[in-house]
């Protein structure tokens, strides 16, 4: 199985714990013989690179310079990101099996590369938007509840790691609660959940 990883923070890049897990995710995947590139951020280390535990890193900058906010910094950089993936994807004769995208940054890309190119995707939910801003009720606050509404009924299953978020998520977004999987890293199951997962919605691609 070959697996596409999107997140907007990843080693040497840490902004939040999200990097570190992201890092964790993909070697442990390489270990349990899956393909793993991951596509991320960086404003200068742009490129290919082969990292020595055998993930396949991707790092696209901005080609948008001067932005007047967040949203408008993830939209055009998500041109980016689908243009990687599609590299790789034709790269790898087509065989990029599942995406995971890990929170709501690069949904856009996952969305159209899966009407595009028909890969499936699966959306680790990292934190909302109701819970990172007060009274998220504004235009710029709706634009990115919009793109997370839009990831949650795009991907084929949702993952977060406690039973609290899950209830978040069907509480605002109303989510069926079969659509989403608590997995949490700290179990010794954790990988084998992510593995069953992923088979699942990839039509049991690792199976």
């Not at 993936?85 to 004769?93: A, E, P, Q």
């Not at 995707?121 to 709706?142: C, G, I, K, Q, T």
């Not at 209830?167 to 084998?192: C, F, G, H, Q, T």
Request: charged content about 25%; some cysteine; proline content about 5%.
């Amino acid at each position: 199985m070959q697996v596409a990883i999107f997140s907007w923070e990843y080693p040497p890049r840490i902004v939040g714990q999200l990097a570190d897990y992201v890092k964790n995710l993909a070697v442990q995947l390489v270990k349990n013989k899956v393909g793993a590139f991951v596509v991320t951020y960086h404003d200068y280390m742009t490129g290919p690179h082969d990292d020595p535990e055998g993930v396949k890193t991707y790092r696209v900058n901005n080609p948008v310079r001067t932005h007047i906010g967040v949203l408008t910094w993830v939209l055009t950089l998500n041109q980016e990101v689908e243009r990687a993936t599609s590299n790789i994807y034709y790269d790898i004769t087509k065989q990029i099996d599942l995406i995971d995208v890990h929170d709501w940054h690069f949904i856009p890309a996952a969305v159209t590369l899966k009407k595009a190119l028909n890969i499936p995707f699966v959306y680790s939910v990292e934190s909302l938007e109701d819970h990172r801003s007060h009274r998220a009720n504004s235009p710029f606050n709706m634009a990115i509840k919009s793109i997370e509404c839009l990831g949650m009924y795009e991907a084929g299953e949702l993952l977060v790691k406690s039973d609290w978020m899950k209830d978040e998520i069907s509480r605002i977004y109303r989510v069926p609660v079969e659509k989403i999987r608590v997995i949490s890293p700290n179990l010794a199951r954790w990988m084998k959940d992510i593995l069953e997962t992923y088979s699942d919605v990839a039509g049991g691609a690792t199976r």
